[in-house]
């Protein structure tokens, strides 16, 4: 396994650019199941969650290549297995999204269920809701869905909650399920968004029935096609926060800004001087760093895999801040490593209040889960000492060489074997 051995201090600088969405790419890679052509995905991430879906489409009988660094492209054609077992779900909850395209093409798919995880329970109900809306038959047996049909058709779905990967797989069924689907209170993350845009494309009707509803028609095939991934907008805030915590000067280019409004207003509203143009948001420290009160929301709200990043800032920030987290239920495993750091963070329910500024000092530090353990890396950016990061696959699963970017902005920070 891997640590990050980082000597905080150092004020970062610099512009970088952002990779690919690994949240995006993941539900992209899941579309190609529904066309018998190739796709083609550039700009995307050399990260473990995109090796490990590109492993589960080989399973299920595509084949994926890579035309180049960046460049994904996965020959289509019918799927000669409809099951993804559960050795590679369980490492990767998204690769549930492989059910809709899957049931849609052969009728039929066998899918682990993914089980809980380090930040919360994380039930699929709403997605099998979805499908049997769809006129699927669903089963539950020996810890798999087991759901068949001869034919989608077209259903009202209305989901409880604004599921992304939900809306997501049911959205991929709707587009060859037979007759029209409309989907209710939809996620409409800009991950939904580029699925729209990417399906639209592949020949999909699909028509934004509301603020947070779809009307599907569905159609008998689906083409392929060449995508350029938007940038990631969660490590784009990351790295923002990372020249935040070090009182830096940093520009990160290769990101839509309307996709971190609610990031870049909150930043703004700490204090500091954030710009945007058409792809890159630049930012340096204010007179002041005042403490807020942050809620994690569904788009366009502030997202809840920022949380645990903003939280890092928030110990240097004068006076008391408070942090709520609306969407998981256990998403506060950065906290004590934080404490141990030297940061004041108290726990109420589902709120953190933060007192600060706090001086952090290094401290060999480990998190469970990839936004926590990216929290603990800008903390030990911004502390005095040497801080180790252990366990930095958890990091590997959703940043690409964040180690490489941060060292390009002048942050000290080696990979090391541990
Ligand atoms: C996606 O997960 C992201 N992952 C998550 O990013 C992100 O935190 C989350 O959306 C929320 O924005 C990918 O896109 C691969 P949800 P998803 O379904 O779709 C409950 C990261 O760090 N729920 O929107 O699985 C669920 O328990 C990851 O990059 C049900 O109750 O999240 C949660 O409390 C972490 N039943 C809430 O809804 C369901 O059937 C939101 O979950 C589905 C979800």
Request: aromatic residues 4%; negative net charge.
């Amino acid at each position: 396994m891997d640590r990050f051995t980082i000597e905080g201090g150092t004020p970062l600088s610099g512009s970088i650019a952002a990779s690919g969405s690994k949240n995006s790419v993941l539900a992209l890679m899941a579309a190609t199941l529904l066309t018998d052509e190739t796709m083609t995905l550039s700009n995307v991430p050399r990260v473990r969650d995109v090796e490990t879906m590109a492993s589960i489409l080989d399973h299920l009988g595509l084949r994926t290549g890579w035309e180049s660094p960046d460049t994904l492209t996965v020959e289509g054609g019918e799927p000669t297995r409809i099951e993804a077992p559960y050795d590679l779900v369980r490492t990767m909850r998204a690769s549930f999204m492989v059910l809709g395209p899957l049931l849609a093409r052969s009728g039929h798919a066998r899918v682990s269920l993914p089980g809980g995880c380090a930040i919360g329970a994380r039930p699929v109900d709403q997605h099998l809701k979805g499908m049997e809306a769809l006129g699927a038959k669903v089963e539950l047996e020996g810890g798999y869905v087991e759901a068949r049909t001869d034919r989608l058709r077209g259903g009202r779905v209305v989901f409880d909650l604004p599921t992304v990967n939900g809306t997501q797989n049911v959205l991929m069924a709707a587009c060859l399920a037979e007759g029209e689907t409309s989907i209710e209170n939809a996620a409409m993350e800009p991950e939904v968004q580029e699925l729209i845009a990417v399906l639209r494309t592949m020949g999909a009707r699909i028509e934004k029935s509301g603020p947070d509803s779809l009307c599907v028609q569905g159609v008998t095939r689906l083409s392929g096609l060449r995508h350029f991934m938007a940038g990631d907008r969660i490590e784009a805030g990351t790295l923002l926060c990372a020249g935040a915590v070090t009182r830096g000067e940093v520009e990160v280019t290769g990101v839509n800004p309307q996709h971190m409004v609610s990031v870049t207003g909150k930043l703004s509203e700490i204090g500091f001087d954030v710009r945007v143009n058409d792809d890159s948001i630049s930012l340096r420290p204010g007179d002041v760093a005042r403490g807020v009160r942050v809620k994690t929301a569904p788009f366009p709200g502030f997202p809840t895999d920022m949380q645990a990043q903003i939280m890092t800032l928030l110990t240097q920030t004068e006076g008391v801040s408070a942090v709520t987290e609306t969407i998981f239920e256990n998403r506060y495993m950065h906290v004590p490593e934080l404490c141990r750091m030297g940061a004041e963070i108290e726990i109420d329910g589902r709120t953190a209040i933060i007192s600060g500024p706090t001086r952090l000092s290094g401290a060999p530090v480990m998190a469970t889960d990839l936004r926590a353990s990216a929290s603990l890396v800008l903390a030990g950016l911004a502390a005095t000492g040497v801080t180790h990061v252990r366990r930095v696959y958890h990091i590997d699963r959703g940043y690409e060489r964040i180690e490489s970017k941060l060292e390009r902005l002048g942050g000290r920070i080696l990979r090391e074997a541990e």
